[in-house]
């Protein structure tokens, strides 16, 4: 299968990669519909990225259907579109005791520390998808679920008044 790959700074290449396969009951096997590029993508790339590994199949914006699922998965089946959440916590630590995962100091995020959703199909926990439904969005916008999610959360932490008000979106890398 196909699979947009960075070897090393600078260096990015369309490659051929073998088909994932499930490892665990709780996994699930996800055929990539659509995959978002993030700014974090285009540091990678330049070598920019701070927390980037390399070599590094790139992309944490992406979503896709259902192709195959572990046997302990309940929450989705086989045929069902599913958006990928691309962190993942420790479990343990304090931060993801309480629901705080993206503050885990062993985060891993899909194509930053693990290889991401820029490949034909990714093998992902069921607990990181959520289904959607296709006549309701389509796979470009599903995509894009992941960066709508990032931004909103600190926006409440702000202080505003009543005469003010902020409307923030992801905005890509800068110049």
Do not use: F
Not at 106 to 131: F, N, P, R, T, W
């Amino acid at each position: 299968m196909k699979a947009v790959y960075v070897k090393e700074p600078g260096s990015l290449e369309v490659v051929e990669v073998e088909k994932p396969q499930i490892k665990k009951d709780t996994q699930v096997l996800v055929k990539i519909t659509a995959a978002g590029i993030c700014g974090s993508d285009i540091h990678i790339l330049h070598g920019t990225h701070a927390y980037a590994t390399y070599p590094r199949i790139i992309g944490h914006e992406g979503c896709g259907v259902v192709a195959e699922v572990g046997r302990a998965v309940k929450n989705v089946s086989v045929g069902d579109s599913v958006i990928i959440e691309p962190i993942h916590g420790c479990g343990t630590c304090y931060a993801c005791r309480n629901g705080r995962y993206n503050c885990c100091p062993d985060i891993v995020v899909a194509g930053v520390h693990a290889d991401g959703v820029m490949e034909e199909y990714l093998v992902v926990e069921s607990d990181k998808l959520y289904k959607y439904d296709p006549e309701e969005l389509t796979p470009v916008e599903a995509a894009t679920a992941e960066p709508y999610t990032v931004e909103p959360r600190p926006t409440p932490r702000r202080t505003h008044s009543r005469e003010t008000w902020c409307w923030s979106t992801a905005r890509g890398p800068s110049a």
